[in-house]
């Protein structure tokens, strides 16, 4: 069973950084590409970033590039969000995903507030 759990989130004044990070379990970490994604309240669920299985190259939302920054560890199964200049429109839950045989799965997501 595959299983993702989110941890980092929390309260940060605009500017300021936080780094999420995801562990993951039931499957062969290194063969999949991963993803954050994240969802604030009335809107969809956004990719944020994503990182291919051998962490070489990723892909960022516009609104998040040159500040966020995925990275993967395929030893101990994490995967990293480091998210610098945070601005209040990036509050949001934030998700970790994975494509597993032709299926989306998520964890239950970590919450980041961020105060002007």
């Known amino acids: 069973q595959v299983r993702l759990v989110e941890l980092g989130g929390g309260l940060v004044q605009a500017g300021g950084s936080l780094r999420l990070s995801c562990a993951a379990s039931g499957l062969t970490w290194r063969n999949y590409a991963m993803g954050w994604f994240r969802q604030a309240p009335g809107k969809e669920r956004d990719m944020v970033a994503a990182i291919r299985w051998s962490g070489d190259s990723a892909y960022y939302a516009n609104s998040v590039k040159d500040r966020f920054a995925i990275s993967r560890d395929n030893i101990r199964n994490r995967l990293s969000l480091q998210m610098n200049n945070l601005e209040p429109p990036d509050t949001a839950a934030y998700y970790c995903?994975?494509?597993?045989?032709?299926?989306?799965?998520w964890g239950r997501g970590t919450q980041v507030t961020v105060s002007s």
């Open positions: 995903n994975v494509q597993f045989r032709g299926s989306p799965y």
